[in-house]
């Protein structure tokens, strides 16, 4: 028989909570009540801590992702304060600057979860550089009959490469390149189409952007194989 | 270990990883496609394509960029092509980022083969027109005050005495002696971060679990950073020696040196080293019959500077990309194979045996003014004799520069990066400064990676901060947003700035870009990308006011403001007015984040150090310096003035 996990109680936004030892205080939170916003966590995959949407402040020198970081006991977090929501306000802004004009998931089906952030903080534009339409532009790839893929709506959040991997075993994407050129990739960076997908669905189940979305839906590749 | 180690002889062999080579070895060992393109898309060293034979890389970072002047990457293109009757096939030439010969900028590599000199003289190289040099280690090895052996037969002294001490309790006594003499030494890691090393070991012999690794840094590739080059050369048996005691310490089992590919005649120097203490019985089972074995393996790193980041390190030696892990946990619980791990960098481990040997007093009346220990540093930029010189801690910079032959062409000193490219830049009237942790830190900027760049005066001090900036955005491993979006935004903007369009806000729009980037970036990488041009805004508020455009912030964000409107377009994303309250909300943002990036210190940065360094007194001494000269300088204080008002809040 296994010992009952220890239990550690810790502040967030002034709350008490009691939690088992190695819950994350994005859990945490979310059980008291809390929301904390994540674009590349999802509950049913492994967190990652890429998006650092989640940030929270802990009282350290810098903020710590919520979606990976484990509860201490005694732990004081703040999960809203303007500092916190300023930073949060700047990545949205940052990935807006890279984002094309049209989302097919939110002509969908409203559910970008992205442009659902950049609505909640009512960000109107950002003052960053445009990057769609630039030399570094990412493109589209509707080699696949199934789910069309728009690169340049992809913010690299990882949870189609763990869907594929970890949940499905399909082991096909994967991440390549590095730095601002990196992108999701198909086996040896193929087109979809050409990959060894399975067509199965949960990349695009899972995507929160315009990046990865029903063909069905966007007519993105209609009319142009 | 294995999958790398086996795509680096690939890449050596066929000077290429092609497609088919992958799709065989995915078979061959089951991994997926997909790791495998990661791996081969991350890392430098590797191409798709064969290239031509004479593979040529230039160094584009700032040491060789004030050598080599703007453009200097070109002017080698041009000269190879010239060279050889037009475009030259045989030759391919890339710009890369330090190759760690700062000490000889303008430099390159042909073939992995440094040299340096002029764009004409590389490109001779280049062609083959000139014979390229020896890539030998010292036949002599240069003396060095951190060596306690006068004679190769003396070698491992402090080891010997340890295995030998007699049965498991004195050993055990041994091992507490080791942690408390390094800790009475005051010994820091030297990669950067300063963290002490006598509680590194401390900590990772009493965190349970096995197999148990040490691993030593050997990657410094920070520009303006050589210091670990010339002690792999020259010492590369103090460096064995410490990471056999290291694990004796805290019971490990294997060794990883972790080297980076560029510095190929230290290899040579490296592997003898290791021959040698095998030979000598240091090495293997049962090392002297005390029934503790070790051995140490030499990795090559396929490249990029983020690999000197510890857990980007361990995710290399793991076969994974290598991007950092969100810490905690540290390596010293969860290193190599999620295995406690000692983590130390070339210096810190050369350092251990003398302490052994001298003891911690000794160690600690090396330093100057409070300081304790001796420091290697990498001496750089604008001085008469660059290279690496081992001095007392504590020595300043102006103490430094004059054992270098003072500033290039007897000009005057302007400013001074002491602790590598990520450290801030400080004005020349900061010179009586120690090179010391907590004095530099105090001064508003780090001792980093140990390694000072000399700046002299009529230098364009925006521009080098902007290639700093660049070489972040370059070695981004893209993992997090901030980071791999940030870094790449912050340049493109301050391109523009140096083009002579600067947007509206530009100064204020980078300071809060670099608070969101430094609270919420993985790793230091990303922590510190904008601190270069941020520290030449707070302490030469007139030099960046010039380029950078005012950094009056008027009313909320005007940039916002303007930006908006170009992206009108997007307006389905808001219909709510942009309120008064927001923009009070940008403001607190802009002006709280950086009061916290200051008034904390860091309790654990990555190994490699980009600390992020509060620059109150610093951009309050330049405040005033700016005051006196112009009124353009006068109109550009009122931002560093206004963070400094949110400070004195706290």
Redesign the interface.
């Known amino acids: 028989m296994a010992d009952a996990p220890r239990l550690i109680t810790l502040t967030i936004d002034g709350k008490r909570v009691t939690v088992p030892q190695g819950t994350t205080i994005w859990e945490a939170a979310r059980r008291a009540g809390i929301e904390i916003p994540v674009l590349c966590h999802n509950p049913r995959l492994r967190p990652v801590g890429v998006c650092r949407m989640c940030v929270v402040d802990v009282g350290e020198r810098v903020l710590a992702a919520a979606c990976v970081r484990q509860c201490a006991p005694d732990q004081k977090v703040v999960t809203r304060s303007a500092q916190v929501e300023g930073h949060r306000r700047m990545l949205t802004q940052l990935l807006l600057s890279d984002y094309p004009r049209e989302s097919v998931r939110d002509r969908a089906t409203g559910e970008d979860e992205l442009l659902n952030l950049a609505r909640g903080y009512r960000i109107r534009g950002t003052p960053f550089p445009d990057g769609t339409g630039q030399p570094t532009a990412r493109g589209t790839d509707t080699s696949s009959p199934v789910i069309a893929v728009d690169h340049q709506a992809c913010i690299l959040c990882d949870r189609c490469i763990r869907a594929c991997d970890e949940l499905q075993n399909n082991d096909v994407i994967g991440r390549t390149s590095r730095g601002y050129g990196a992108r999701i990739a198909f086996d040896l960076n193929a087109p979809m189409g050409e990959s060894t997908c399975v067509s199965c669905g949960e990349c695009m189940a899972v995507c929160p952007t315009g990046a990865l979305t029903n063909k069905a839906w966007s007519g993105l590749g209609a009319g142009k194989a | 270990m294995e999958l790398l180690t086996r795509l680096m002889e690939l890449q050596e062999h066929h000077g290429a990883v092609t497609?088919e080579m992958?799709?065989a070895l995915s078979k061959e060992r089951g991994v997926?496609?997909?790791?495998?393109?990661?791996l081969r898309?991350?890392y430098p060293v590797f191409r798709a394509q064969p290239g031509p034979k004479r593979q040529v890389k230039v160094c584009r970072d700032i040491c060789c960029h004030m050598q080599g002047g703007a453009g200097f990457v070109e002017r080698v293109r041009r000269a190879v092509g010239r060279d050889a009757g037009g475009r030259n096939p045989r030759v391919q030439i890339e710009a890369v980022s330090c190759i760690g010969r700062c000490d000889s900028a303008p430099a390159a590599t042909v073939n992995d083969i440094p040299v340096h000199g002029t764009a004409q003289e590389i490109a001779a190289f280049a062609s083959g027109a000139k014979p390229l040099p020896g890539n030998e280690p010292a036949a002599a090895p240069r003396r060095w005050p951190t060596d306690p052996y006068p004679a190769p037969a003396e070698r491992y002294g402090a080891l010997t005495r340890l295995l030998r001490g007699g049965d498991a309790a004195t050993a055990e006594r041994g091992r507490d002696q080791v942690i408390a003499t390094l800790k009475a030494a005051g010994l820091r890691g030297m990669g950067g971060a300063g963290f002490p090393a006598g509680t590194k070991w401390e900590a990772t012999r009493a965190a349970p679990g096995a197999v148990k690794s040490v691993v030593c840094n050997a990657d410094e590739s920070e520009p303006g950073t050589f210091k670990d080059r010339l002690i792999l050369e020259d010492l590369p048996h103090l460096v064995i020696e410490a990471m056999i005691i290291g694990a004796w310490v805290v019971g490990a089992e294997q060794g990883v040196i972790y080297l980076r590919h560029e510095y190929g005649r230290e290899r040579k120097a490296v592997e003898r080293a290791l021959a040698e203490a095998r030979a000598r019985g240091m090495l293997g089972k049962n090392l002297l019959g005390s029934g503790f074995s070790f051995d140490v393996r030499l990795f090559i790193s396929p490249g990029?500077y983020i690999m000197g980041e510890e857990t980007a390190l361990l995710e290399a030696l793991e076969d994974k990309?290598g991007e950092p892990r969100?810490k905690?946990p540290f390596p010293t619980t969860h290193g190599l194979n999620a295995r406690p791990t000692l983590m130390n960098n070339v210096e810190t481990f050369a350092a251990v045996p003398i302490i052994l040997e001298r003891g911690a007093d000794w160690w600690a009346a090396q330093g100057l003014r409070g300081c304790k220990g001796l420091k290697f540093l990498a001496v750089s930029g604008d001085v008469g004799k660059p290279g690496v010189v081992c001095v007392p801690l504590g020595t300043s910079v102006q103490e430094l520069l004059d054992l270098c032959d003072g500033v290039a062409g007897g000009k005057a000193l302007y400013a001074f990066a002491p602790g590598g490219a990520s450290s801030n830049f400080l004005p020349a009237a900061k010179r009586d400064v120690a090179l010391d942790f907590a004095a530099l830190q105090q001064a508003g900027s780090m001792l980093g990676s140990g390694a000072v760049i000399y700046v002299a005066a009529g230098r364009d001090l925006v521009e080098l901060g902007a290639n700093v900036v660049r070489f972040f955005?370059?070695?981004?491993?893209?993992?997090?947003?901030?980071c791999?979006?940030?870094?790449?935004?912050a340049v493109?903007?301050i391109e523009?700035a140096l083009r002579g369009q600067p947007?509206p806000?530009l100064i204020p729009?980078l300071q809060?870009?670099g608070?969101?980037m430094?609270?919420?970036?993985?790793c230091g990488l990303g922590?510190v990308a904008l601190q270069p041009i941020l520290s030449v805004i707070a302490n030469f508020p007139a030099d960046a006011a010039g380029r950078l455009g005012p950094s009056r912030v008027k009313t909320g964000?005007p940039?916002?403001k303007q930006?908006?409107?170009?992206?009108?377009?997007?307006?389905?994303?808001?219909k709510?007015q942009?309120?008064k309250k927001?923009i009070a909300?940008?403001r607190?943002?802009?002006t709280?984040?950086p009061r916290?990036?200051a008034a904390?210190?860091?309790?654990r940065p990555m190994a490699k150090a980009r600390r992020v360094a509060g620059s109150r007194a610093a951009s309050r001494g330049a405040a005033q310096r700016a005051k006196k000269t112009s009124r353009a300088a006068r109109r550009t204080h009122a931002a560093p003035r206004a963070i400094r008002r949110a400070r004195s809040r706290s």
């Open positions: 497609d992958l799709r997926p496609l997909y790791r495998l393109e990661g898309s991350f990029s990309r969100n905690p955005r370059n070695e981004s491993c893209g993992k997090c947003v901030p791999r979006v940030g870094s790449e935004k493109e903007m523009e947007r806000g729009l809060e870009l608070s969101t430094t609270q919420t970036s993985i922590q964000a940039a916002r930006t908006a409107t170009k992206h009108a377009a997007r307006k389905r994303m808001a709510g942009p309120a927001q909300k940008r607190a943002a802009a709280h984040a916290r990036a904390k210190q860091p309790a």
